[in-house]
């Protein structure tokens, strides 16, 4: 039996994992994909790579900080650039500001920083969890889609509110209404994300991601290809929460044309509606628009169970990162009490 089986391989259920291994639990991470960091994504295409989720991280919190120190010392992330852009409504004028903190991304795509906070873990991957039920020994048992089971003292449910819901609803009889209500509450904000990729001859902007201000379609475009050592010439641009949730099971290549279009005519950049290559990606659960003004979510149950995430205190990838610690603690509290790693988890890896 695992002491501990977590639900999600996003940045919280990596950060609770690591801090539960490392105060010597037995701990399995389950996740559905194929690989590891939820929206902190990347995707080889073309010839290239493309982050199509979480674009750069912008350190403000000591624990994000040091993570972004350590891997800027390794080599896996650097200063994209000292200025963002924004581009208000009715205005062709693109404004430069100065970031309160500088933009960090990764060369070689931002996963990199999830597979660093991977490392040592025990992580069953391709495994959706279809069921959760509590046994007659009042220990957790799992089972995947591809009927793979997992007995656990604890579960840690690292993944999006709704999907939670979902994957708990058998379970309503046993959770109490608190958690029950504050679980239901959170909403999330859908999004679209193309990325589109150009002849190396054109022009580049000077420009190397815009922040669209209140634009019906577009919410923010990056020169992704600016990221990389050697690459290609691509954009990977995301749209507004609005034409998302209008168009967001729409055939994928229209909604692609769409909002390439807009921006070619909204930054005037005709070129940039005829790409040689495109990919659309769907984000059911793009960020939180109701998140939960705590770190974490605990059920009043038996034995121990807790929900966890960016929705969680936030919708950054600093909130996911202090809500699986928050998780971890809550766990270690109704179990052993053992000394967990604080933020010093980073240190072993």
């Given at each position: 039996m695992t002491n501990i089986a977590i639900?999600?391989?996003?940045?919280?259920?990596?950060v609770c994992a690591q801090q539960l291994t490392q105060a010597g639990y037995s701990v399995r991470v389950i996740d559905k994909s194929r690989g590891v960091g939820g929206r902190v994504a990347t995707r080889r295409l073309s010839d290239t790579k493309a982050d199509h989720g979480a674009c750069y991280l912008k350190p403000k919190g000591e624990l994000l900080q040091h993570l972004v120190k350590l891997l800027v010392q390794k080599g896996d992330l650097e200063v994209w650039t000292d200025t963002l852009h924004?581009?208000?409504?009715?205005?062709?004028?693109?404004?430069?500001?100065?970031?309160?903190?500088?933009?960090?991304?990764a060369p070689e795509g931002m996963n990199v920083i999830a597979k660093f906070l991977a490392q040592g873990?025990?992580?069953?991957?391709?495994?959706?969890?279809?069921?959760?039920?509590?046994?007659?020994q009042n220990h957790w048992h799992l089972i995947s889609d591809t009927n793979e089971e997992f007995t656990a003292s604890s579960v840690v449910i690292a993944i999006p509110a709704p999907q939670a819901v979902m994957l708990l609803e058998p379970l309503a009889?046993?959770?109490?209404?608190?958690?029950?209500?504050?679980?239901?509450?959170?909403?999330?904000?859908?999004?679209l994300t193309v990325m589109a990729g150009y002849a190396d001859s054109l022009p580049q902007p000077e420009w190397k991601a815009i922040t669209f201000k209140d634009n019906p379609v577009l919410g923010w475009i990056g020169l992704?290809?600016?990221?990389?050592?050697?690459?290609?010439?691509?954009?990977?641009?995301?749209?507004?929460?609005?034409?998302?949730?209008?168009?967001?099971?729409?055939?994928?290549?229209?909604?692609?044309?769409?909002?390439?279009?807009?921006?070619?005519?909204?930054?005037?950049?005709?070129?940039?509606?005829n790409?040689?290559?495109?990919?659309?990606?769907?984000?059911?659960?793009?960020?939180?628009?109701?998140?939960?003004?705590?770190?974490?979510?605990?059920?009043?149950?038996?034995v121990p169970l807790v929900c966890c995430g960016d929705w969680c205190g936030g919708n950054l990838v600093e909130s996911a990162m202090h809500s699986g610690i928050a998780a971890a603690e809550h766990i270690n509290n109704k179990l052993e009490q053992?000394?967990?790693?604080?933020?010093?988890?980073?240190?072993a890896l």
């Amino acid at each position: 039996m695992t002491n501990i089986a977590i639900v999600g391989a996003g940045m919280a259920g990596l950060v609770c994992a690591q801090q539960l291994t490392q105060a010597g639990y037995s701990v399995r991470v389950i996740d559905k994909s194929r690989g590891v960091g939820g929206r902190v994504a990347t995707r080889r295409l073309s010839d290239t790579k493309a982050d199509h989720g979480a674009c750069y991280l912008k350190p403000k919190g000591e624990l994000l900080q040091h993570l972004v120190k350590l891997l800027v010392q390794k080599g896996d992330l650097e200063v994209w650039t000292d200025t963002l852009h924004e581009l208000e409504p009715n205005s062709s004028s693109i404004i430069p500001n100065s970031p309160s903190s500088l933009p960090y991304t990764a060369p070689e795509g931002m996963n990199v920083i999830a597979k660093f906070l991977a490392q040592g873990l025990e992580i069953h991957r391709e495994q959706r969890v279809n069921s959760i039920t509590l046994n007659s020994q009042n220990h957790w048992h799992l089972i995947s889609d591809t009927n793979e089971e997992f007995t656990a003292s604890s579960v840690v449910i690292a993944i999006p509110a709704p999907q939670a819901v979902m994957l708990l609803e058998p379970l309503a009889q046993l959770l109490d209404n608190s958690f029950w209500k504050k679980l239901r509450s959170v909403e999330f904000y859908p999004a679209l994300t193309v990325m589109a990729g150009y002849a190396d001859s054109l022009p580049q902007p000077e420009w190397k991601a815009i922040t669209f201000k209140d634009n019906p379609v577009l919410g923010w475009i990056g020169l992704d290809s600016s990221k990389r050592k050697i690459a290609r010439s691509h954009f990977v641009v995301h749209s507004s929460a609005d034409f998302a949730e209008r168009y967001f099971e729409s055939e994928l290549p229209q909604v692609g044309q769409q909002m390439l279009q807009t921006a070619a005519s909204t930054l005037n950049l005709l070129w940039l509606n005829n790409p040689q290559w495109m990919q659309v990606h769907r984000w059911k659960y793009a960020f939180p628009k109701t998140p939960l003004e705590q770190s974490c979510l605990a059920a009043e149950t038996p034995v121990p169970l807790v929900c966890c995430g960016d929705w969680c205190g936030g919708n950054l990838v600093e909130s996911a990162m202090h809500s699986g610690i928050a998780a971890a603690e809550h766990i270690n509290n109704k179990l052993e009490q053992r000394k967990l790693p604080g933020i010093n988890f980073l240190d072993a890896l």
